[in-house]
């Protein structure tokens, strides 16, 4: 069983920053693709970014230059570094884990998701 948990949400003005971080454990033989989703009220869930076991990265078009994330392979951790947050990125971000257990077994973990609010 492999367990996320999300931290770094909360209350930003637009324009500001906030961290998001992600680390996986449990019985983990290997990590591959680590990424953040969001969903807004209203909406289905979205991919934001991916960072692949080789650090190469995918954004969705909407955070590209202003989002970066990144991993620690050592930690199983993975972040999200949000710049210039704008009203429209106001969701519940989600960290999404696949990987393979120390039992062979192959999986893809969601976290519970933390509240990002943006707010003059």
């Known amino acids: 069983q492999v367990q996320l948990v999300e931290s770094g949400g909360g209350l930003v003005q637009p324009g500001g920053s906030l961290k998001l971080s992600c680390a996986a454990s449990g019985r983990i033989s290997v990590v591959d693709a680590m990424g953040w989703y969001r969903q807004a009220p209203g909406k289905q869930r979205e991919l934001v970014a991916v960072v692949a076991s080789d650090e190469s990265a995918e954004y969705a078009d909407s955070v590209k230059g202003r989002f970066t994330i990144s991993r620690d392979s050592a930690k199983n951790t993975v972040l999200l570094q949000m710049n210039s947050v704008q009203p429209e990125d106001k969701a519940v971000y989600f960290c999404?884990?696949?990987?393979?257990?120390?039992?062979?077994?192959?999986?893809?973990?969601w976290g519970k998701g933390t509240q990002a609010t943006v707010s003059p």
């Open positions: 999404n884990v696949k990987g393979q257990s120390i039992t062979g077994t192959f999986f893809a973990s």
